[in-house]
């Protein structure tokens, strides 16, 4: 069965330093990947998506970037942090045209 | 024009009640259809997903789609107090391979 791992559950982070959380997928192979963020009482944000390796799309420019530097693993990272990139960050793999199975989600804080 | 648009609620329904949760999409071309349900601090869990126009029943919950109408529907029949939640819609944009949600339901089922 598939499995998406994600990583740290929590995280407090001081306003300009970096920021790497890391999501991996078991028992499929080329999933989508998705990394999404929830401000508090508000919906799903979609910021990056990819349907293979190295394939990046954007949908909000902001101070985060991602990367999928092998098939079932998904990045997001930033070099200086914003108090603003505070959030519930989702990372989620589908098939194509199937749903979305999401991680457990790492709650970021930047003080 | 929102991708994905849903009531923000909250909704309040009494238990044993039918709960009627709406949602509208703006790509024509979108094929597949997710009702997820996601409490306080946790991921999305999904509940339904529908490909075809008409109604999908699932247990308690019934799930309709109108492709013409662009417009997915849940229904929650003999609403119990664990039903209280957000509710989220997401709709599979098969021209990019991605999956937007809306913004949420809150439903809150009173005793």
């Avoid at chain 1, 990394?35 to 009482?41: D, E």
């Avoid at chain 2, 009494?14 to 509208?24: D, F, K, V, Y």
């Avoid at chain 2, 417009?71 to 709709?91: E, M, W």
């Amino acid at each position: 069965s598939q499995t998406i791992h994600q990583w740290p559950a929590t995280l407090v982070q001081p306003v300009g330093s970096p920021l790497s959380l890391e999501c991996t997928v078991e028992g499929t192979s080329n999933p989508n990947l998705y990394w999404y963020r929830q401000a508090a009482g508000r919906g799903l944000q979609l910021l990056f998506y990819s349907v293979g390796i190295g394939q990046i799309s954007s949908e909000v420019p902001q101070n985060l970037s991602a990367s999928r530097p092998q098939d079932r693993q998904f990045i997001l990272s930033s070099k200086k942090l914003l108090l603003s990139d505070s959030g519930f960050y989702l990372c989620a793999w589908s098939g194509d045209g199937t749903e979305a199975f999401f991680g457990q989600g790492t709650r970021l804080t930047v003080v | 024009q929102k991708e994905v648009e849903q009531n923000s609620g909250p909704l309040s329904v009494p238990e044993g009640a039918i709960a009627s949760l709406n949602c509208t999409y703006s790509d024509r071309g979108s094929q597949s259809f997710f009702w997820y349900r996601q409490y306080s601090g946790k991921s999305p869990e999904l509940i339904m997903f529908i490909y075809s126009n008409g109604d999908k029943e699932d247990g308690r919950f019934t799930a309709q789609l109108n492709k013409a109408s662009q417009y997915v529907s849940l229904l929650i029949r003999d609403s119990q107090p664990s039903d209280s939640a957000t509710y989220l819609c997401a709709v599979y944009y098969s021209s990019a391979s991605k999956i937007i949600f809306g913004s949420g339901t809150r439903l809150s089922i009173r005793p």
